[in-house]
Every structure is written in structure tokens, then in C-alpha cells.
């Protein structure tokens, strides 16, 4: 029989998940990562309960501190937006999952994301809830390793089979939240591990257009309060060393180059420009076409057929080549100005 680590979360998606991958014929391994939720952990001892499979737990409280809060924390401070699941996802959860598949004598590994992966190869899910931007740094290692079984499906078809099934977390909300925030609350989050910035001028063209209580507040492609001049202001660029966000109309976010650095590759890294699409954020927004041009030190420079809003740095620039994920980088400042 095969065998498969599942990160079993105690979420709707990962349980459903087992199911799909016993029913395809695995044996399947339930890995639940704590990081001291109770109802979380108690949820997903009662799925695998529910379905007859053995559940490792283990603390990976340390790990994530080092390769994701502590990351996530300063790059907020230096006025960038990141976003700690493309972070955890190789360095934390995709490397627990492998380590344990592994010790088991090289099993697969399964998340309940909502992508495909074949053939060595990421590709993106259901237009509806496609995750596989999320997964744009993981490593070819893992990805050779991987199943996503919910890869074809949506969400409320996840659902629809999680209620026929009666798994036991059929109707648990979804999670909005960052799983170490789970108040949502990241400046006070912030404010408990370090100074925070302090107030600052929003500015346009050179001149104060109003006040702003500090720079982590705020995102490139955000919208200020008010009206100025008749028009409704977004953040262009955030200036920690001066506590100065530029702002301006809607039609100044769009750009039309993009750099990204360490750029992680999911297929064999190119060593001439590369023809596909961009996706700077996760949303349902589609990609624009673009070129991609790999740098020696491996950034990657892409210049966009079509503009894209407000690339904020500490984001993900993410390239398809059609549905296959090629690979992301992080938007660096300064995108084409």
C-alpha cells in the first residue's frame, strides 16, 4: 500500500483531504503541527479518530519563530507587506512533512491546498479558490513528493463532501486569520516583540497631505482617508527611515516592471528570458503577460505587457507559464520608477 504524511490541520480542507487519499489507496499518516491552539489540535485528533488514522503531533513552535515571526516581524517594520504562509510552507510545514515521509522510507506528502501537482510539476486549482500562488517557494524537492488531493475541486464541493461524509469539522468556519494572530490584531502582535514606528507624513508630490500613526499600519495599494483635491490617494511607496508614505491617485500604482529577489525556481532554472505571466498578490485578479529576464545574482527582472497595481515589496511576484507555477521571488522596492 502507499503511504502519504498529510498535514492534518483540523480544518474542513485537510480532512477531507484523508479521505480522497484513503480512497485513492494510501495509508495515510496525519502530521498536526502545534503551535499551542487547543481547539485546533483537539479537531484534528477528533478527524483522525473519525476516520481511522494514526496522528503525530509535533511542536514546531521554535522552528516557526525562527523562519517566520521573527522574518515576518522585521520586514513589517522596514514598511513591507509579507505574508508568513509562503514563508512557513518550505521552511516549516512542507519540511516537517517531508522529514517525517522520510522516517516512514521516503512516503509522499499531502496538504489540502487547493492546486495540482504532477509530473514533478505545480499547477494551478479551481479558479474559485486557487492556492497555488501560496506554494510558490516551496522546492522542487518537495514538490516531486507531493499530492494535493483537492487539487480539481472548490471549496464548496469540499464542503458538500465533508457534510455527506459527517466528518466531525464539516461545518468549522474557515480561518481568516495568520495562525500565530489568531486575533487578527498584528500591530498589537507587533508592539509585543518590538518598538513600533512612530507617526509620520503622508506625502504628495513633496507636500503633507495628512498624518498616518505609523508605518506598519499601511500597504503599497492601500486607500487613505478622505478626498484630496478631488481625488481618492493610495500608498505608493513607505519610507521607514523617514516615517514618509507617498501617496497618489490610482492611475500612479500601476507598473509595468517588477524586480524580484531570490527568486525560487520550480523548474529548471532558465538562463535566457522567459515568456509567461505575472501574479504580484494573492487574489482572483488575473495575471499579466510579461518577460522574464533571470539575473547572475537570482533576482529576476519582469517587464509586463500589461501593467500590474501596486506590487508591494515583501510580497510574492509569481510566475505561470499557463497553469504551471514556474516559480516567485520577493517584489523588491522601486518596481519600474
Known amino acids: 500500500m502507499k503511504e502519504v504524511v498529510l498535514g492534518l490541520s483540523g480544518g474542513v480542507d485537510s480532512a477531507v483531504s484523508a479521505c480522497l487519499l ?58 513591507e507587506t509579507p505574508n ?52 510558490c517557494r516551496i522546492t522542487r524537492q518537495q514538490l516531486a513528493r507531493l499530492v494535493l488531493p ?14 455527506q461524509l459527517a466528518l466531525p469539522v464539516a461545518q468549522k468556519p474557515d480561518s481568516m486569520e495568520i495562525c500565530f494572530i489568531p486575533d487578527n490584531d498584528y500591530c498589537a502582535w507587533l508592539s ?47 519610507y521607514p527611515e523617514t516615517a514618509q508614505i507617498e501617496v497618489c491617485p490610482d492611475a500612479e500604482l500601476w507598473r509595468g516592471e517588477v524586480w524580484a529577489a531570490d527568486f525560487n525556481w520550480l523548474v529548471e532554472a532558465p538562463d535566457a528570458p522567459v515568456r509567461c505571466s505575472i501574479k504580484v498578490r494573492h487574489s482572483k485578479t488575473s495575471e499579466a503577460p510579461c518577460t522574464a529576464y533571470p539575473q547572475p545574482d537570482g533576482s529576476v527582472h519582469i517587464v509586463c505587457e500589461a501593467p500590474v497595481r501596486a506590487p508591494a515589496p515583501g510580497q510574492s511576484a509569481v510566475l505561470y507559464d499557463g497553469a504551471r507555477v514556474l516559480g516567485g521571488g520577493t517584489i523588491l522596492p522601486g518596481n519600474g520608477e
Open 192 to 238: 509585543r516583540r518590538a518598538p513600533l514606528p512612530g507617526p509620520g507624513d503622508f506625502v504628495r508630490a513633496g507636500a503633507v497631505v495628512g498624518r498616518h500613526a505609523g508605518i506598519h499600519r499601511w500597504t503599497v495599494g492601500q486607500r487613505i482617508p478622505g478626498v484630496y483635491d478631488g481625488e481618492k490617494l493610495y500608498v505608493r511607496a513607505i
Open 22 to 79: 484513503r480512497d485513492a489507496g494510501y495509508r495515510v499518516h496525519g502530521l498536526y503541527l502545534d503551535i499551542g491552539t487547543p481547539t485546533a489540535r483537539a479537531d484534528a485528533c477528533a478527524v483522525a479518530d473519525a476516520l481511522g488514522i494514526d496522528l503525530r503531533v509535533e511542536d514546531i513552535s521554535d522552528a516557526l519563530e525562527r523562519a517566520v515571526c521573527a522574518p515576518f516581524a522585521a520586514s513589517y517594520l522596514r514598511g
Open 150 to 163: 483537492l487539487g480539481g475541486m472548490e471549496k464548496r464541493e469540499t464542503r458538500a463532501l465533508a457534510a
Open 84 to 135: 508568513p504562509c509562503i514563508l512557513c510552507n518550505p521552511a516549516v510545514k512542507f519540511k516537517a512533512l517531508l522529514a517525517y515521509a522520510d522516517a516512514l522510507g521516503g512516503a509522499a506528502i499531502a496538504t489540502g491546498h487547493y492546486a495540482a501537482a504532477r509530473d514533478g510539476g505545480l499547477y494551478r486549482g479551481r479558479p474559485a479558490n486557487d492556492q497555488s500562488y501560496m506554494l
